[in-house]
């Protein structure tokens, strides 16, 4: 991502102050020392929610390959900011809030939110 300019997601918006969506993509996660492989359950211009097993440990950087359907990938760094949990008391995903955007990736989001027909699933 280098070569790409960045957009900081403070830019964007509050993840608390916008609503998520449902909107499956799939999303391929590395860290430092980890490659992840997941899809999404729930989008926002502020983060997403990745089912994955096992999902990095929260406060880990990310970096995110984001698909959503014929798209090319959007590439984005996030943290790992909370687990969810199984019946069983396993961690089956996470939630990643965005520290960095490429432009293309805020400008696709932006449009993917604004577009949809769905209703939010939460709005805080």
């Known amino acids: 991502m280098s070569q790409t300019q960045l957009v900081e997601a403070e830019e964007l918006q509050d993840r608390r102050a916008v609503p998520r969506f449902q909107m499956e993509a799939q999303i391929t996660a590395t860290s430092q020392d980890n490659f992840y492989c997941g899809f999404s359950e729930d989008l926002s211009e502020g983060g997403v929610f990745i089912a994955m097993r096992p999902p990095p440990p929260v406060g880990e950087p990310v970096h995110l390959s984001v698909r959503v359907g014929a798209e090319p990938p959007v590439s984005a760094i996030g943290v790992v900011r909370w687990h969810r949990h199984d019946a069983s008391g396993n961690?089956?995903?996470?939630?990643?809030?965005?520290?960095?955007?490429?432009?293309?990736?805020?400008?696709?989001?932006?449009?993917?939110?604004?577009?949809?027909?769905?209703?939010?699933?939460?709005?805080?």
């Open 91 to 124: 961690p089956c995903g996470c939630g990643v809030q965005f520290a960095m955007l490429e432009q293309r990736a805020a400008d696709l989001l932006h449009g993917l939110l604004a577009r949809s027909a769905q209703t939010p699933l939460l709005v805080e």
